[in-house]
């Protein structure tokens, strides 16, 4: 399975529409986590599985995506109802609930990776306006197959964060 993840785009079509270009061909699926600010109605989105951030006021967005098409599960939320900022045991719950080993959000605009009782939370940090010590906007490319997991980070100008990245090479319980 491999997923290309962005956030907080804020208005920013132009990189959208310049993710899918570059990664068409190289990812299964596209997922924004929400704060777009782009209509619900947008042909991204026919594209790209997304959610509502709270500063997508259109009411044609879900407030949670679940896939369950490719070989891992995920969850999709942007996070602001969620206490993201705080703590992640909202988040946890929710998938629990739903379960799966993935949960994608965003709304802190910071890359985040974190790993709890079997479930990986990922915030790909924000592709427009980064917050917290990495100040270059990012997104990031996830790749899990049998026990492996790999995910890059990049910038909106696609250089490869590499001390940022993540590798796990054990087995890992999905």
Known sequence: MQLLIVS??????RILNELVSRYSDKVD??????????????LIWGIMDTVRGNCDFDGGYQDVFVSRKLEYEYLVTHGH?????????QLKATAREENVPFVFYGHSHELKFDYQDGIFFINPGSIQSPRGRLTEPTYCLLKAEGSHLDIQVYTDKHVQLVKM??????????
Not at 29 to 42: I, N, T
Not at 81 to 89: N, S, Y
Not at 165 to 174: A, E, G, T, V
């Open 8 to 13: 907080d785009s804020h208005g920013n079509k």
């Open 29 to 42: 699926a596209f997922v924004h986590c929400g704060d777009s600010e782009l209509s619900s109605d947008d």
């Open 81 to 89: 109802h969620h206490d993201v900022k705080r703590t992640l045991e």
């Open 165 to 174: 990245s993540y590798h796990s090479d054990k087995l890992i319980k999905f």
